[in-house]
C-alpha cells in the first residue's frame, strides 16, 4: 500500500517490506548458525516396496534458532540460495550425511544409502563434483552409499550443463533421483537424455491418489515411463495405507511418507530400526 504521509511524501507500508527486513535478518544469521551448531540433519526413511524394508533415507537440515525460532527449510533455503550461503551450507550438509552415514555402513544399519538435496545454485555451479569427491574420500566412504536429489525445476534452468554435471557424478558412482517429479515441465525427449536413475513423484499426485481416479491415472502413467527408461520410481509425502496400497498395486517401487516415518534425528532412528541382521 502507498500511503501520503500528509507531506506529499510517498510512503510504502506493505507486509512485502517487513518480510524483506525479516529475510535479511535471516541471512545475517547464517554464517554464525552455522559456526554455532545450530542446524542438524533429520533423515526420513525410504521403504522398499518389493522388499517391504527400509533400505535408504533422505536427510532433512533442520534450523533452531535461538532469535528465529525454528525456521522451516522451506522457508531458509530459498533465502540461502539467493545469498550465496547455499554453497557453505551444502558443504556442510553433506559432511554431515556422509559422517553419518559410514557410522551406519559401520553398525550394519539398515539404512545403506543417503540421499542430500542438492538446490539449482549448487548444482549448476562447477564446484559440486569436487566437493562430493573430497567429501567421499574424507569419510572413506563408497559413493554406492550417496545419492543426490535434484529437482526438475534446477536441471531445465540450465539443461546442456546439468547433463555435464550428472554425467559425471555418475562416473564417480553417485546416484541421482529427480525430485518432485511432475511439477516441472520437462519433455519426455528430455527426460529420456538424462543418465538419472530414480525418478521421485511429487507428494501433489500422491495426496488423492487413492480417491482420485485422475490423479491414479497419472501417476500410473508415471510408474510406466520409470519402467520405460528403466528407473527406479519412489513416491512422496505417503500417509496413508489406502495410498500405500494403490501404489503397490501400481508397480511403484519405494515410498516414503509420514505413514513409514516422520524425518527423524539419527538416534531416534537408531532406537527404532538399528542394525541389518536383527531386522
Ligand atoms: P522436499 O525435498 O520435497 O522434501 C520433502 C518434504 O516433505 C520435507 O519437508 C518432508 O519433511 C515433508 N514430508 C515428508 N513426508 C511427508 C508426509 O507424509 N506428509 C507431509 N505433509 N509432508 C511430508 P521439509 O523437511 O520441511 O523440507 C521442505 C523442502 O525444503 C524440501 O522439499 C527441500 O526442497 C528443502 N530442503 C529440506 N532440506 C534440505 C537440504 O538439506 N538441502 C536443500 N537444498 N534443500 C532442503
Ligand atoms: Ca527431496
Ligand atoms: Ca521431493
Ligand atoms: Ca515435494
Given at each position: 500500500?502507498?500511503?501520503?504521509?500528509?507531506?506529499?511524501?510517498?510512503v510504502?507500508?506493505?507486509?512485502?517490506?517487513?518480510?524483506?527486513?525479516?529475510?535479511?535478518?535471516?541471512?545475517?544469521?547464517?554464517?554464525?548458525?552455522?559456526?554455532?551448531?545450530?542446524?542438524?540433519?533429520?533423515?526420513?526413511?525410504?521403504?522398499?516396496?518389493?522388499?517391504?524394508?527400509?533400505?535408504?533415507?533422505?536427510?532433512?537440515?533442520?534450523?533452531?534458532?535461538?532469535?528465529?525460532?525454528?525456521?522451516s527449510?522451506?522457508?531458509f533455503?530459498?533465502?540461502?540460495?539467493?545469498?550465496?550461503?547455499?554453497?557453505?551450507?551444502?558443504?556442510?550438509?553433506?559432511?554431515?550425511?556422509?559422517?553419518?552415514?559410514?557410522?551406519?555402513?559401520?553398525?550394519?544399519?539398515?539404512?545403506?544409502?543417503?540421499?542430500?538435496?542438492?538446490?539449482?545454485?549448487?548444482?549448476?555451479?562447477?564446484?559440486?563434483?569436487?566437493?562430493?569427491k573430497?567429501?567421499?574420500?574424507?569419510h572413506d566412504?563408497?559413493?554406492?552409499?550417496?545419492?543426490?536429489?535434484?529437482?526438475?525445476?534446477?536441471?531445465?534452468?540450465?539443461?546442456?550443463?546439468a547433463?555435464?554435471?550428472?554425467?559425471?557424478?555418475?562416473k564417480?558412482?553417485?546416484?541421482?533421483?529427480?525430485?518432485d517429479?511432475?511439477?516441472?515441465?520437462?519433455?519426455?525427449?528430455?527426460?529420456?537424455?538424462?543418465?538419472?536413475?530414480i525418478?521421485?513423484?511429487?507428494?501433489?499426485?500422491?495426496?488423492?491418489?487413492?480417491?482420485?481416479?485422475?490423479d491414479?491415472?497419472?501417476?500410473?502413467?508415471?510408474?510406466?515411463?520409470?519402467?520405460?527408461?528403466?528407473?527406479?520410481?519412489?513416491?512422496?509425502?505417503?500417509?496413508?495405507?489406502?495410498?500405500?496400497?494403490?501404489?503397490?498395486?501400481?508397480?511403484?517401487?519405494?515410498?516414503?511418507?509420514?505413514?513409514?516415518?516422520?524425518?527423524?534425528?539419527?538416534?531416534?532412528?537408531?532406537?527404532?530400526?538399528?542394525?541389518?541382521?536383527?531386522?
Open positions: 500500500h502507498v500511503k501520503n504521509n500528509g507531506k506529499n511524501e510517498l510504502v507500508y506493505n507486509s512485502n517490506f517487513h518480510n524483506q527486513d525479516k529475510e535479511r535478518h535471516i541471512a545475517m544469521s547464517f554464517q554464525s548458525a552455522l559456526e554455532n551448531g545450530e542446524f542438524y540433519l533429520c533423515y526420513q526413511p525410504k521403504f522398499n516396496l518389493h522388499t517391504g524394508k527400509i533400505d535408504s533415507a533422505e536427510a532433512l537440515i533442520r534450523w533452531e534458532s535461538p532469535v528465529h525460532g525454528f525456521v527449510p522451506a522457508k533455503i530459498p533465502i540461502a540460495e539467493k545469498n550465496g550461503f547455499i554453497f557453505d551450507l551444502t558443504k556442510w550438509i553433506l559432511n554431515e550425511a556422509c559422517r553419518q552415514m559410514k557410522i551406519w555402513q559401520h553398525d550394519h544399519h539398515l539404512i545403506e544409502r543417503i540421499a542430500v538435496n542438492i538446490s539449482a545454485p549448487m548444482f549448476l555451479s562447477d564446484r559440486l563434483i569436487e566437493i562430493v573430497y567429501t567421499l574420500q574424507a566412504l563408497n559413493p554406492r552409499h550417496l545419492e543426490l536429489e535434484i529437482t526438475e525445476t534446477s536441471i531445465m534452468q540450465q539443461f546442456d550443463n547433463l555435464n554435471v550428472i554425467d559425471a557424478l555418475k564417480e558412482g553417485v546416484s541421482i533421483s529427480l525430485d517429479f511432475g511439477t516441472g515441465v520437462s519433455s519426455l525427449t528430455y527426460l529420456k537424455m538424462l543418465p538419472i536413475h525418478l521421485k513423484i511429487d507428494k501433489s499426485f500422491i495426496d488423492d491418489v487413492h480417491t482420485s481416479y485422475e491414479k491415472a497419472l501417476v500410473e502413467m508415471i510408474i510406466q515411463l520409470a519402467k520405460l527408461f528403466d528407473l527406479t520410481v519412489i513416491a512422496e509425502g505417503v500417509e496413508k495405507v489406502e495410498q500405500l496400497n494403490v501404489l503397490k498395486e501400481l508397480g511403484c517401487d519405494y515410498i516414503q511418507g509420514y505413514f513409514i516415518s516422520r524425518p527423524e534425528r539419527a538416534e531416534v532412528l537408531n532406537a527404532h530400526y538399528g542394525r541389518r541382521e536383527y531386522k
